[in-house]
T-cell receptor, first 110, second 121 residues
Framework: KNEVEQSPQNLTAQEGEFITINCSYS?????LHWLQQHPGGGIVSLFM???GKKKHGRLIATINIQEKHSSLHITASHPRDSAVYIC????????????FGTGTSLTVIP | GAVVSQHPSWVICKSGTSVKIECRSL??????MFWYRQFPKQSLMLMAT?????????EQGVEKDKFLINHASLTLSTLTVTSAHPEDSSFYIC?????????????????FGAGTRLSVL
């Protein structure tokens, strides 16, 4: 069974804090996305990873293929970072279909 | 970079009417597009896989006569919710797959649309 688990489910942070959201999956993958979903529902694709690490502004995403784990980090968090962050994984054996974590709801307090 | 455009971003309709949602790949050809649905506070769930020029493959439990998918060109797939009812109110997201040759190998890359919020009154 292909599974994607995210933690934590909910996270509240003070502005400026360093934030980490985790994603673990059960079998080998061919791609992993981090998505940001705003309160209105709109989805933004933040990163697409198959190995290593990527950085965009205050956001950093890492993936450890051996440990089947990815993390999304937000440095110097800001209230506008408040959103739901979703890990989406395409497993190597299925190829096409993405499986999604249940999301991490982040609230950054000023 | 490659972008997937979804339109409309938000639609409100009366019960019994049909609603069409468009998903376009803007600077690449997408032989395969995927449609997902997300109910409040739940994860995204795959509804169907759409291949250009052929019939869509629906996931178990998804009514193909209610959710009509047309993938008539390499850059456009449409999802039509027919005779919409309040229980169809949801967030619908498409993603498009680009097959690209990179370094001599075929790469399978998928991009997500921003989603469409459907509210049926």
């Amino acid at each position: 069974k292909n599974e994607v688990e995210q933690s934590p489910q909910n996270l509240t942070a003070q502005e400026g804090e360093f934030i980490t959201i985790n994603c673990s999956y059960s079998v080998g993958i061919s791609a992993l996305h981090w998505l940001q979903q705003h309160p209105g529902g709109g989805i933004v694709s933040l990163f697409m990873l198959s190995s290593g690490k990527k950085k965009h502004g205050r956001l950093i995403a890492t993936i450890n293929i051996q440990e089947k784990h990815s993390s999304l980090h937000i440095t110097a968090s800001h209230p506008r970072d408040s959103a739901v962050y979703i890990c989406a994984v395409r497993f190597g054996d299925t190829g096409n279909q993405f499986y999604f974590g249940t999301g991490t709801s982040l609230t950054v307090i000023p | 970079g490659a972008v997937v455009s979804q339109h409309p971003s938000w639609v409100i309709c009366k019960s019994g009417t049909s609603v069409k949602i468009e998903c376009r790949s803007l600077d690449f050809q997408a032989t395969t597009m995927f449609w997902y649905r997300q109910f409040p506070k739940q994860s995204l769930m795959l509804m169907a896989t759409s291949n250009e020029g052929s019939k869509a493959t629906y996931e178990q439990g998804v009514e193909k006569d209610k959710f009509l998918i047309n993938h008539a060109s390499l850059t456009l797939s449409t999802l039509t919710v027919t005779s919409a009812h309040p229980e169809d109110s949801s967030f619908y997201i498409c993603s498009a797959r680009e097959m690209r040759l990179a370094g001599g190998a075929a790469k399978n890359i998928q991009y997500f649309g921003a989603g469409t919020r459907l509210s049926v009154l």
